[in-house]
């Protein structure tokens, strides 16, 4: 039997409903860092491929990337803490690093990283930052996306800043979230909305791309586009999208086509407007086509000095939740989260309120953009949905402590059940272990010389 069937055997309580904590359900949990300092794992993949470290960032707090000089990592066994990665030049304008995520398969991770030359006329933002990958073996930095803020604008840069970096599941592509540095600038020259955020990909494999040295300019290995058009006035009930972000891999394939086949896709919230004129937020995926370098319908891949890079052809956008109706609708943005997906591909997660306004795991289908209400607590979850690897499992913050629900292949959640026990204030940044069988989180936790965020692991006590 596997940990995860002993787990499930092991942690069964009454229903989800019944928020009393049964001693005997309870995962064991354990403080893993101690160093007065932030330990920051930030809603990313923060385990190494074999499971024996942890990554994470020291930002002095959750908007201090800026001021943050390392990227470090603990073992997951001992305690041990090491640094990856530290700054050269630091100042308080930057160049700033966080964020990071490990390489599902090889030593290597990936994090935000700011103007190396950073001061206070070019300080660290975000439509200056690009996503930085350090090799443990060889010690060595190499930027992922290219940036390319003086004209001509080529194919393949990027002109503004990268960033909630995520490798899919074989480590070819990498997902990203992004601002562009000429919109920024066009915005306050015109007094004009155009600042807009979007999600995009970079592949290993796509054609090199070289830009001519200067200021804000560097040279990166990956190719890079945008995949998502985004509008800066989206017509009222017209389904435009003003803003995408929140984004995921779906399943570490992708999702299911008719045909049999599996589909790469990146699932993201789309900021809506609707005919009465308000904004509200809906569930998409965009597909992600295998070839970066070819023009779609909207435009140049580059873009030009008054609009965006334009989507790859073949990344075509899919609507999943249509929520207009719902007394309370759209994704709970109340609650800062992100979209993730099932292994399979099948499923994407999400906060929304229930008829009673109260703020549930939803769920929707890929295969058929039917979606249900996971859960049915009585007061809100906290936030980011984590599947375990299995994808028989999902954990979830609830009632300040974390719960688990078993998920069926029929799309069937139940047997809801608290796992750690309650504390003051909620644990945050789930992530699970590459093998499942640990679930690390972030605490808050206060000393004689001050409160640090600090990463603690919880498992199962299996005899």
């Known amino acids: 039997m596997n940990l995860l069937a002993q787990l499930i055997g092991m942690l069964c309580i009454s229903t989800m409903q ?111 930052r690009v996503g930085a990958i350090v090799d443990e073996n060889s010690g060595e930095m190499a930027y992922m996306d290219t940036r390319n803020i003086l004209p001509p604008y080529i194919p393949g840069a990027l002109r503004g800043g990268t960033h909630r970096h995520q490798w899919s599941a074989d480590g070819n592509w990498i997902g990203f979230t992004y601002n562009d540095a000429i919109m920024v600038d066009l915005e306050k020259k015109t007094g004009k909305k155009q600042d807009l955020r979007t999600v995009g990909v970079a592949h290993r494999e796509g054609p090199k791309v070289v830009v001519p040295e200067g200021r804000g300019q560097i040279q990166g290995h990956w190719f890079s586009a945008l995949l998502v058009q985004v509008h800066a006035d989206p017509q009222p009930g017209s389904g435009e999208i003003g803003k995408a972000y929140g984004d995921w891999w779906v399943g570490e394939k992708g999702y299911p086509t ?78 800062r989260h992100w979209l993730t997906s099932s292994p399979c591909g099948t499923w994407i997660s999400y906060l929304a309120k229930d008829e009673n306004g109260i703020i549930q795991v939803f769920l929707v289908s890929t295969k058929t953009k039917d979606s249900f209400q996971a859960t049915h607590h009585g007061s809100h979850v906290q936030g980011t949905v984590r599947w375990h690897p299995s994808g028989e499992a999902f954990a979830y913050l609830q009632d300040n402590s974390i719960f688990l629900a078993d998920f069926s292949s029929n799309g069937k959640a139940e047997n809801h059940r608290r796992i750690i026990p309650r504390s003051h204030e909620a644990p945050f940044s789930l992530c699970w272990s590459r093998s499942g069988d640990i679930l690390a989180f972030n605490r808050y936790v206060s000393t004689s010389k001050g409160r640090w965020m600090h990463i603690f692991l919880a498992s199962p006590e299996v005899e």
Not at 25 to 30: D, F, I, K
Not at 87 to 99: D, H, L, Q, S
Not at 279 to 297: A, I, K, N, S
Not at 310 to 320: D, N, T
């Open 258 to 335: 008719p045909s049999g086949g599996q589909q790469r896709a990146r699932a993201f919230m789309g900021d809506l407007v609707n005919s009465k004129g308000e904004t509200f937020t809906e569930v998409f995926m965009v597909d992600v086509p295998d070839r970066l370098d070819q023009e779609g319908e909207f435009g140049p891949l580059a873009g030009t000095d008054t609009s965006m890079p334009a989507p790859s052809k073949g990344a075509l956008v899919h609507r999943l939740t249509h929520t207009e109706e719902r007394h309370y609708p759209g994704i709970a943005t109340e609650v």
């Open 18 to 128: 019944n928020d009393s904590t049964n001693s005997n359900a309870l995962w064991s949990v354990r403080q893993l860092t101690s160093i007065d300092q932030h330990h920051e794992l930030d809603h990313n993949d923060n385990f190494s491929f074999d499971d024996q470290w942890l990554a994470f960032d020291a930002r002095p707090h959750p908007d201090g990337i800026a001021q943050n000089t390392s990227i470090g990592k603990v073992n997951v066994a001992t305690g041990e803490t090491k640094v990856i990665y530290q700054t050269k030049n630091a100042t308080r304008f930057g160049p700033g690093v966080g964020a990071v995520s490990y390489h599902p398969t090889l030593p290597q991770v990936i994090f935000i990283h700011g103007p190396e030359a950073a001061n206070e006329e070019f300080p660290y933002a975000g439509h200056r």
